[in-house]
């Protein structure tokens, strides 16, 4: 251990700018710089190598740019124009809605990682990029949110590999102090600190902030003087490290932690979004600040924070949930319900598909899915497929019914599109095209491009691409101590006029890596082709515990040191938010092959076809809905996926690549502009550009699940919460009752036979055991009746009260069929305790009228 000098006397030391400069750290700590071109280039011109030796980072950049640099700049006429023309942008862009009066909504946006910048390691991935960009885009939508996050010590690992090819990690250390992010101050000036009691003692949270255009993100950090215990100041040492106490104690401070810190800052959001289980916490902690503050039973609490909870969830697989033992809950959380006032077991029951099952884990998805009013998948196939794994929460639904909706995830354009394409963008496109790119019609200009100036834009970026891998390459091979033969080698790999396919993501075996190396000797054949070659980039990092993971890395750099494919086949190091960038800007062809079904959407193909990278890919995530007018190439069909769909697809792109993605690309030539494949190109900038924008998710979230949230609260807590004490009574009397709730006759149906048109009478009796008839809601659920006997193209009907005996009352309606073939339909009664559909508690209250009593 290095030796300690103790005390120590802290002060930060700021740049001295040239008064003419004055603004630059202005323009610095605010994230604005990474989508916006003009503020961009003010930081790299100021010092081109350094920009790119401080991994475009412009708080370092000023700390360490020489003042002879900066002289030289506040005195350069040219130097200060591109300088007040950022503050204009800055402004411009910030002061846009200064003078419209304040939002009644803020929503409040939970996420465990962020990928905002390269130079931010707060990120693992795709939830990161994907959380990065939502408020990116909230921020150009002019959407009320702050983000609330933690801010890890340590970034998430860089990948090296060793001369075998195996995966070699290294976490680097954040040094918050020349990052784009500052404490968090009071109005004395001091820095804000939080405190939550946890088994392990209290533990105290520093608040940061990091201005992301006008939206704000907060971040909790425990690495701080405050906390003496090791254990405690680690909790954010490191994204997803540790084990299941750290990953307990992470997801307290994120999701109470960030509740308190909201207090603390005077923020009184009125939906609360969580991006993944990870956050779910805080739905318990509005339940406690309820119970206490509005003198609420749990119950009662429960209702009511539910009303504006939205989660979505990104997981495809039961094995991507956080589940925690119940000791470990009981440890954690025995004396918090105490305090609060409620029971531990009421506590477990919200944290676990059956609450009367003592053997089952707690998990963080269902405790977000119970405690939500509004849970969202991120995709449409995505949303099938979440239905079906969460349908034990409502046993009694069909599938279809699950009360899950899907917004599909999308891109913030402003920062994924690369600078030739935007400046050609700004040739031929009208003047607004950046503020008004979520409109189709912004693209229909595309048609107005000359074909070779779009060619030559990609050739210009493919150009750069190579020479950036080329960079890479080498001084990955001089890190690891290669032979001087092999770092030359690296510095004149790949062609730009060669054909160039990209792959890169995270390297979960579902995403299948090494599916392109099947057969590798046709692989070579396609690769080699002398008069049609193809060469194949690859990134992508493996779970430091993820064996299989590295194992397809290894396979991978083997291959690629073979001599047939050694100009033909690289992989590119420690795959990072830049390196994505550069090759989705600037390969020909995004090749994409999951297994069907368990990759929730996906991004990185989208990012691709900003940029007019045309997909390959299986029909999953978003691109089963993109397929048709995206220009790209699917991997085999609509089916589930089975074991034996490896083999198949494999074969499926060696076919497409030899017989007509390569020979499209090369038509006319080596030199000749392709026009097939240019009108593919221009086909997918057009659809998927303004269709799987990130500004049009956000606009989504607002409309579907933030503003119905906001109404809802906004009802549900006036006079002091009465909805809500109503409703927990008229619960508790619903659930009283609902054991001897039956259905006493049901007829008489339509004839064995009917002609189209014809009404059919629909009723039921039902014996409400002293309810009202407003407090159930009775249901046809009519539909076609399909090979395997079960209802499909469903619609579900209301039936009326119409007459009332006793307790026993007369629901009935007619329905008229306007389709031919077999139809049926059932009959079904619950309590009538929601307004829409997508907003179901998961309440096992539901009865068909075959149950029987």
Same mark, same amino acid.
């Given at each position: 251990?290095?030796f300690q000098?103790?005390?120590l006397k802290?002060?930060?030391?700021?740049?001295?700018?040239?008064?003419s400069?004055s603004?630059?750290?202005?323009?610095? =700590?605010n994230?604005?710089?990474?989508?916006d071109?003009t503020?961009?280039?003010?930081?790299?011109r100021l010092d081109?190598?350094l920009w790119?030796?401080?991994?475009h980072?412009?708080?370092?950049?000023?700390?360490r740019?020489?003042q002879a640099?900066?002289?030289?700049?506040g005195s350069?006429?040219?130097?200060?124009?591109?300088?007040?023309?950022?503050c204009?942008?800055?402004?411009?862009y910030?002061?846009k809605?200064?003078n419209?009066p304040?939002r009644?909504e803020?929503?409040a946006?939970?996420s465990?990682?962020y990928?905002?910048?390269?130079?931010?390691q707060?990120?693992?991935g795709g939830?990161?990029i994907?959380?990065?960009?939502?408020?990116?885009?909230?921020?150009? #939508?002019?959407?009320?949110l702050?983000?609330i996050g933690?801010?890890?010590?340590k970034?998430y690992f860089?990948?090296s590999?060793?001369?075998?090819?195996?995966?070699?990690?290294?976490?680097?250390?954040?040094?918050?102090?020349?990052?784009?992010?500052q404490?968090v101050r009071?109005?004395?000036?001091?820095?804000?600190?939080?405190?939550?009691?946890?088994?392990?003692?209290?533990?105290?949270?520093?608040?940061w902030?990091?201005?992301?255009?006008r939206t704000?993100?907060?971040?909790?950090? &425990?690495?701080i003087?405050?906390?003496?215990r090791?254990d405690i100041?680690?909790?954010?040492d490191e994204?997803?490290?540790?084990?299941a106490?750290t990953?307990?104690?992470?997801?307290?401070?994120?999701?109470?932690?960030?509740m308190?810190?909201?207090k603390?800052?005077g923020l009184?959001?009125?939906?609360f979004?969580?991006?993944?289980g990870?956050?779910?916490?805080?739905?318990?902690?509005r339940v406690r600040?309820?119970?206490k503050?509005q003198?609420?039973?749990?119950?009662e609490?429960?209702?009511?924070s539910?009303?504006?909870?939205?989660?979505?969830?990104?997981?495809s697989?039961p094995?991507?949930?956080d589940?925690?033992?119940?000791?470990l809950?009981?440890?954690?959380?025995n004396?918090?319900?105490?305090e609060g006032?409620?029971?531990?077991?009421?506590?477990?029951?919200?944290?676990?598909?059956?609450?009367?099952?003592?053997?089952?884990r707690?998990?963080?998805?269902?405790?977000?899915?119970k405690?939500?009013?509004?849970?969202?998948?991120?995709?449409r196939?995505?949303?099938?497929?979440s239905?079906?794994?969460w349908?034990?929460?409502w *046993?009694?639904l069909?599938?279809w019914?699950?009360?899950i909706?899907?917004? &599909?995830?999308g891109?913030h354009?402003?920062?994924?599109?690369?600078?030739?394409?935007?400046?050609?963008?700004?040739q031929?496109?009208?003047?607004?095209w950046?503020?008004?790119?979520?409109d189709?019609k912004?693209?229909?200009?595309?048609?107005?491009?000359p074909?070779?100036e779009?060619?030559?834009?990609?050739?210009?970026r493919?150009?750069?691409?190579v020479?950036?891998?080329? /960079?890479?390459?080498?001084t990955? #091979?001089?890190?690891r101590k290669?032979?001087? &033969?092999e770092?030359?080698?690296?510095?004149?790999?790949?062609?730009?006029d060669v054909?160039?396919i990209?792959?890169?993501?995270?390297f979960?075996?579902?995403? +299948?890596?090494?599916?392109?190396?099947?057969?590798?000797?046709?692989?070579?054949?396609?690769?080699?082709n002398?008069?049609?070659p193809v060469?194949?980039?690859?990134?992508?990092?493996?779970?430091?515990k993820?064996?299989?993971g590295?194992?397809?890395?290894? /396979?991978?750099v083997?291959?690629s040191?073979?001599?047939?494919?050694?100009?033909h086949?690289?992989?590119v190091?420690?795959?990072?938010?830049?390196?994505?960038?550069?090759?989705?800007?600037?390969?020909?062809l995004?090749?994409?092959?999951?297994r069907?079904?368990?990759?929730?959407c996906?991004?990185?193909?989208?990012?691709?076809?900003i940029?007019?990278v045309?997909?390959l890919?299986?029909?999953d995530?978003?691109?089963?809905?993109?397929y048709?007018?995206?220009?790209g190439?699917?991997i085999?069909d609509?089916?589930? =996926?089975s074991?034996?769909?490896?083999?198949?697809?494999a074969?499926?792109?060696?076919?497409i690549?030899e017989?007509?993605?390569?020979?499209?690309?090369?038509?006319?030539?080596?030199?000749?502009v392709p026009?097939e494949?240019m009108?593919?190109v221009?086909?997918?900038?057009m =659809?998927v550009?303004?269709?799987?924008a990130c500004?049009?998710?956000?606009?989504? =979230?607002m409309?579907?699940?933030?503003e119905?949230?906001?109404r809802?609260?906004t009802?549900v807590?006036?006079?002091a919460?009465?909805t809500?004490?109503?409703?927990?009574?008229?619960r508790?009397?619903?659930?009283n009752s609902w054991?001897?709730?039956?259905?006493?006759?049901?007829? *008489?149906?339509?004839?064995?036979?009917?002609?189209?048109?014809?009404?059919?009478?629909? +009723?039921?009796?039902?014996e409400?055991?002293?309810l009202?008839p407003?407090?159930?809601?009775v249901e046809?659920?009519?539909?076609?009746?399909?090979?395997?006997?079960?209802?499909e193209?469903?619609q579900?009907?209301t039936?009326p009260a119409l007459e009332?005996?006793g307790?026993?009352?007369?629901?009935?309606?007619?329905?008229?069929p306007?389709?031919?073939?077999?139809?049926?339909?059932?009959?079904?009664?619950s309590?009538?305790?929601?307004?829409?559909?997508?907003?179901? &508690?998961?309440?096992?209250?539901?009865?068909?009228?075959?149950?029987g009593?």
């Amino acid at each position: 251990m290095p030796f300690q000098i103790q005390p120590l006397k802290e002060f930060l030391v700021r740049p001295a700018l040239p008064a003419s400069l004055s603004r630059m750290p202005e323009l610095a =700590y605010n994230l604005f710089w990474s989508w916006d071109h003009t503020v961009r280039s003010l930081f790299r011109r100021l010092d081109p190598v350094l920009w790119k030796a401080v991994n475009h980072n412009p708080i370092l950049l000023l700390g360490r740019v020489s003042q002879a640099t900066l002289a030289k700049a506040g005195s350069d006429p040219r130097y200060l124009a591109l300088y007040r023309k950022a503050c204009e942008h800055f402004d411009s862009y910030i002061q846009k809605t200064a003078n419209e009066p304040p939002r009644e909504e803020l929503i409040a946006y939970f996420s465990m990682e962020y990928g905002l910048v390269d130079c931010m390691q707060i990120y693992s991935g795709g939830l990161g990029i994907l959380s990065g960009d939502h408020l990116k885009a909230a921020s150009d #939508a002019d959407i009320p949110l702050v983000g609330i996050g933690l801010l890890y010590q340590k970034g998430y690992f860089q990948q090296s590999l060793n001369p075998d090819g195996w995966q070699q990690e290294r976490n680097p250390v954040n040094d918050f102090y020349t990052l784009p992010v500052q404490p968090v101050r009071k109005s004395d000036g001091s820095e804000i600190v939080i405190s939550l009691n946890l088994p392990v003692g209290p533990v105290h949270i520093k608040l940061w902030h990091i201005n992301v255009g006008r939206t704000k993100l907060y971040l909790l950090d &425990t690495n701080i003087p405050e906390n003496d215990r090791p254990d405690i100041r680690d909790i954010t040492d490191e994204l997803y490290g540790g084990d299941a106490y750290t990953r307990i104690k992470q997801e307290i401070v994120l999701g109470i932690g960030g509740m308190r810190a909201l207090k603390v800052l005077g923020l009184e959001p009125t939906v609360f979004h969580m991006n993944e289980g990870h956050s779910a916490f805080l739905a318990v902690e509005r339940v406690r600040v309820l119970m206490k503050e509005q003198s609420l039973s749990f119950d009662e609490a429960l209702d009511a924070s539910r009303t504006n909870n939205v989660f979505t969830t990104h997981t495809s697989v039961p094995a991507g949930i956080d589940l925690f033992d119940p000791g470990l809950i009981y440890e954690y959380f025995n004396d918090y319900c105490r305090e609060g006032g409620f029971s531990f077991d009421q506590l477990l029951a919200l944290g676990r598909s059956n609450p009367f099952d003592n053997q089952q884990r707690f998990s963080m998805a269902v405790l977000a899915i119970k405690t939500s009013s509004f849970r969202n998948a991120v995709s449409r196939l995505h949303r099938r497929v979440s239905q079906e794994m969460w349908q034990e929460l409502w *046993p009694k639904l069909p599938v279809w019914e699950v009360p899950i909706t899907s917004v &599909t995830n999308g891109v913030h354009l402003p920062t994924w599109i690369n600078g030739d394409l935007a400046m050609l963008y700004d040739q031929y496109l009208q003047p607004d095209w950046r503020e008004q790119h979520p409109d189709p019609k912004v693209w229909d200009l595309i048609n107005e491009i000359p074909e070779q100036e779009l060619w030559e834009a990609h050739r210009r970026r493919k150009r750069r691409l190579v020479q950036y891998v080329r /960079e890479r390459a080498a001084t990955a #091979a001089v890190n690891r101590k290669a032979p001087i &033969t092999e770092v030359r080698r690296a510095q004149e790999m790949l062609d730009p006029d060669v054909f160039t396919i990209g792959f890169a993501r995270r390297f979960a075996t579902y995403k +299948r890596a090494t599916l392109l190396f099947r057969d590798v000797n046709r692989l070579k054949q396609i690769l080699t082709n002398p008069k049609m070659p193809v060469q194949i980039l690859i990134a992508g990092k493996a779970h430091p515990k993820d064996h299989p993971g590295k194992m397809y890395i290894r /396979e991978i750099v083997r291959l690629s040191r073979d001599p047939e494919l050694a100009n033909h086949l690289l992989f590119v190091e420690d795959y990072s938010h830049q390196v994505g960038r550069e090759l989705v800007q600037g390969v020909d062809l995004w090749l994409n092959n999951p297994r069907r079904g368990e990759e929730a959407c996906g991004t990185s193909g989208m990012k691709a076809c900003i940029n007019g990278v045309l997909n390959l890919s299986i029909l999953d995530g978003w691109f089963d809905e993109a397929y048709e007018h995206s220009g790209g190439w699917a991997i085999g069909d609509r089916e589930p =996926y089975s074991e034996d769909q490896d083999e198949i697809h494999a074969r499926a792109i060696y076919s497409i690549l030899e017989n007509e993605i390569v020979p499209m690309y090369y038509q006319g030539g080596m030199d000749a502009v392709p026009e097939e494949w240019m009108k593919r190109v221009r086909q997918c900038l057009m =659809y998927v550009s303004p269709h799987f924008a990130c500004q049009r998710m956000v606009t989504e =979230y607002m409309s579907q699940l933030y503003e119905p949230s906001h109404r809802g609260y906004t009802a549900v807590r006036q006079n002091a919460f009465e909805t809500a004490r109503e409703r927990a009574r008229w619960r508790h009397d619903v659930d009283n009752s609902w054991s001897r709730v039956a259905f006493v006759d049901v007829g *008489p149906g339509p004839e064995n036979s009917v002609i189209s048109g014809d009404a059919i009478p629909l +009723r039921a009796a039902v014996e409400l055991a002293g309810l009202k008839p407003g407090d159930v809601r009775v249901e046809a659920v009519v539909g076609s009746i399909g090979v395997n006997g079960q209802l499909e193209d469903t619609q579900v009907l209301t039936l009326p009260a119409l007459e009332q005996n006793g307790s026993v009352v007369v629901f009935a309606r007619e329905f008229v069929p306007h389709q031919t073939g077999r139809l049926g339909y059932s009959l079904r009664v619950s309590p009538n305790h929601y307004d829409d559909p997508l907003t179901r &508690t998961c309440n096992p209250l539901l009865k068909w009228s075959g149950d029987g009593r």
